[in-house]
């Protein structure tokens, strides 16, 4: 599984509208091993296609299952096609980070729970209920394939301080 090159702004990619897969081919289980060896090593939590130069609607998270309890295992998820049904009415604002903006943060306001629908890498849908981080994490990956970056919806954007840790992760 080779690594992909993260493209980082102004690579147009990055604001175009990702393409809906429609073949579940071998080209595509490459294209998702490939997302999560790169996501593992950047280290990130989340990365979408666009991200790696590739305009189609395919998302990897990982993130523990229990982000409360510390050396939590964390779960993988794979979503291709993935769309936001459900937001909740209850948001809060939360630091972000992104592989594609190294060196910047921003305050972004997400809903603190969401309903994922999508398709596994071999094509059968499912839907995922988020809350908490894991919520926040799901939309800022779809923002990526709809041509979005949290700096567009940021209320605030800073470089950090030199002891301030950079959230470039997710």
């Not at 980070?97 to 190294?102: A, Q």
């Not at 994490?137 to 301030?164: S, Y």
Request: glycine fraction near 6%.
């Amino acid at each position: 599984m080779p690594l992909r090159k993260i493209v980082t702004l102004p690579d147009p990619i990055l604001r175009r509208k990702a393409h809906p897969v429609t073949r579940f081919d071998t080209d595509l289980q490459s294209l998702v091993d490939d997302m999560v060896e790169t996501m593992r090593v950047a280290p990130g939590v989340g990365l979408a296609a666009p991200q790696v130069g590739i305009p189609s609607r395919v998302i990897v998270v990982e993130y523990p299952e229990d982000e409360e309890q510390e050396d939590a295992p964390k779960k993988l998820f794979i979503v291709v096609n993935p769309e936001i049904k459900e937001l909740s009415a209850e948001t809060e604002l939360g630091i972000e980070g992104c592989l594609s903006i190294p060196g910047l943060n921003g305050e972004v306001e997400r809903a603190l729970a969401v309903m994922v629908k999508g398709q596994t890498r071999h094509g059968q849908a499912f839907k995922i209920k988020a809350k908490g981080w894991l919520a926040r994490i799901f939309q800022h990956e779809v923002d990526h394939i709809n041509g979005v970056v949290f700096t567009d919806r940021a209320t605030k954007v800073w470089r950090p301080e030199p002891e301030e840790p950079v959230l470039d992760n997710v």
